[in-house]
Nanobody
């Protein structure tokens, strides 16, 4: 059974940095495409970043390009989201997701992901 557990969310000041982790079990992160999504209060969940199953391709939403970086540690079976230059509008619950299709490019759509974590709260104070 595939399980994803996010951690690392906390309260941080504007301009600060934070690294989120997504520990996977029941599958290897090198076999699945992995993505990060977020949901701010009163808003729909949105795509943030993703990495293809091969690790060769990454994808980011425009608002985080140059500030966020997705990576994975195969030995630890963990995917990370390194966030820097954080803004109050980055405040949200961040979710990790796994896509079992082996596509060349990482997926952006929520319905393309098969497994989800429970989320971790990131709050950026102004």
């Amino acid at each position: 059974q595939v399980q994803l557990v996010e951690s690392g969310g906390t309260l941080v000041q504007t301009g600060g940095s934070l690294r989120l982790s997504c520990a996977a079990s029941g599958h290897t992160v090198s076999a699945y495409g992995m993505g990060w999504f977020r949901q701010a209060p009163g808003k729909e969940r949105e795509f943030v970043a993703a990495v293809s199953w091969s690790g060769a391709s990454t994808l980011y939403t425009d608002s985080v390009k140059g500030r966020f970086a997705i990576s994975r540690d195969i030995a630890k079976n963990t995917v990370y989201l390194q966030m820097s230059s954080l803004k109050p509008e980055d405040t949200a619950v961040y979710y990790c997701a796994a896509d079992k299709r082996r596509t060349f490019l990482p997926a952006r759509g929520q319905n393309e992901y098969d497994y989800w974590g429970q989320g971790t709260q990131v709050t950026v104070s102004s």
